[in-house]
């Protein structure tokens, strides 16, 4: 997405910086070429239209950006908003008859002092320009940066996750075979139980039988003496 604006914005900077050279071209146009600067005219206001049509588009890219880009691309749109403004008042200065006729006049009377002031001009609108671009740039690769920084640190908590569930569902299972266990052994231990039960009936069975038996002789023996 960062990439679409960087283009828009590089189209905008190219098409601001020879707007701007095609505005102090008309100062420098004779009086007898009013069809080229007719033609000049129309070609600055096609331009000015192709630079609000790419603010539009880079206002519109900057806010479906995440939120600290787009705070970074809106701040950087309204420089370019306001450059836009400037460039159009000075074209509207230089259409209007009396004023565009004064500002011929005297950049004539200047020469070639006032041409290489506003080559000097229009080198240093260019530049700055390409440092903002350049800016905007830097940021927008740190932004990605920070972004690839925190979908790996998003990756590596969710694979945490993963392995602390895994734990779990290991120690669920333990759990549950310790369960079973205990259910098995509370069965051989009722089984025990019922089987020395069983066994200590049978036993003081034997005991009085015997016991019986014994007293039957002794008195027998006795009842014959």
């Known amino acids: 997405m960062s990439d679409v604006f960087e283009g828009y914005e590089r189209q905008y ?7 701007s050279r095609k505005c102090n071209s008309i100062f420098m146009l004779p009086d007898g070429v009013a069809e080229e600067k007719k033609e000049k005219i129309s070609e600055i206001e096609s331009g000015l239209e192709d ?13 479906s950006l995440q939120p600290n880009v787009k705070a970074m691309l809106l701040a950087k749109l309204r420089e370019y908003k306001s450059d836009l403004n400037k460039l159009k008042r000075e074209f509207k200065r230089i259409t209007s008859g009396n004023a565009d006729h004064a ?19 229009q080198r240093e609108r260019l530049s700055m320009s390409v440092e903002r671009l350049n800016q905007s740039g830097d940021r927008i690769k ?54 020395i039960t069983r066994n200590k009936w049978i036993v003081g ?13 002794i008195s027998f023996k006795i009842s014959h003496h």
């Open 13 to 19: 900077c190219e098409l601001s910086a020879n707007l």
């Open 51 to 63: 630079c609000d049509a790419l603010i539009r588009k880079m206002d519109l890219e900057a806010r």
């Open 103 to 121: 500002a011929r006049e005297e950049l004539l009377e200047a020469g070639m002092a006032d041409v290489h002031a506003v080559s000097a001009d």
């Open 142 to 195: 740190e932004s990605r940066r920070t972004m690839l920084e925190t979908e790996e640190l998003g990756v590596s908590i969710l694979e945490d996750l993963h392995q602390q569930r895994q734990t779990l569902l290991h120690a669920h299972n333990k759990l549950h075979g310790v369960d079973d266990a205990i259910d098995k052994s509370k069965k051989v231990l009722s089984s025990m139980s019922r089987r």
């Open 205 to 217: 069975s034997v005991i009085a039988a015997l016991v019986i038996a014994i007293i039957i002789i």
